[in-house]
């Protein structure tokens, strides 16, 4: 019996009947890699609605996703783009990291820190969800961020070390937009090369380190 409950919220119609079918079978996949790794013994609704109905979708994949509890997941989609499979895939498997996090650590997220360290550490998972599957296909979004070089890095930190210990920041200038000092998706490059540095400094796999405490981070 399947853990992840799919809704896909199309009650205009919006989807086809063969973009409805890569949804479930991507769904299918994302679900048994998380099973295969983690214990994934609770439910998750994962609603799919057309990107008009909610929030704005990475331009250049047509396609994001929010997670609002460890029980919920949003992935909002362009529907006037050709939805991917592998995007679909990657995209819940990033997701599905912080549900995973959310259902089985007794700790939140309360500084810019934290928020870095569990965006790192959801982008990790879905780059080894790809990886796996032997999925070439990757998202811009993902290829942008594995390519951040180290000059980049030190450009990010500069900016945003005295401010890690913050409890409120302006999450699209530092995850999203970035502005005349931080590049776009900045939170995320740090967060990736911070989990990646961790993962080797430590001779951890992502699965153990997703349930890692924030504070072995630091």
């Not at 959310?102 to 959801?122: P, Y």
């Not at 699209?172 to 911070?194: T, V």
Request: glycine share 4%; proline share 1%; aromatic share 12%.
């Amino acid at each position: 019996m399947s853990n992840i409950k799919l809704l896909i919220a199309d009650a205009n119609d919006k989807f086809t009947t063969n973009q409805i079918n890569i949804i479930e079978k991507a769904t299918a996949l994302a679900e048994k890699f998380i099973s295969k790794n983690f214990n994934f013994d609770y439910e998750v609704n994962v609603i799919v609605v057309p990107s008009l109905y909610l929030f704005n979708v990475i331009p250049e994949d047509g396609i994001s996703g929010r997670t609002y509890r460890s029980d919920m997941i949003v992935i909002s989609i362009n529907i006037e783009s050709e939805i991917s499979e592998d995007f679909f895939y990657e995209t819940l498997c990033h997701e599905l990291s912080h549900s995973i996090r959310w259902g089985k650590v007794s700790e939140h997220s309360v500084t810019l820190f934290n928020d870095i360290i569990l965006e790192g550490l959801a982008i990790t998972l879905e780059e080894k969800a790809m990886a796996d599957e032997k999925k070439k296909n990757l998202q811009y979004f993902l290829k942008e961020i594995q390519k951040t070089d180290k000059l980049t890095i030190n450009k990010i930190l500069s900016v945003l070390e005295n401010h890690l210990d913050n409890s409120t920041y302006d999450f699209n200038k530092i995850f999203i937009d970035g502005d005349e000092s931080l590049p776009r998706w900045s939170g995320y490059r740090l967060g990736y090369y911070l989990v990646k540095k961790y993962l080797q400094d430590k001779s951890k796999d992502i699965y153990t380190a997703t349930l890692d405490r924030y504070k072995e981070f630091i």
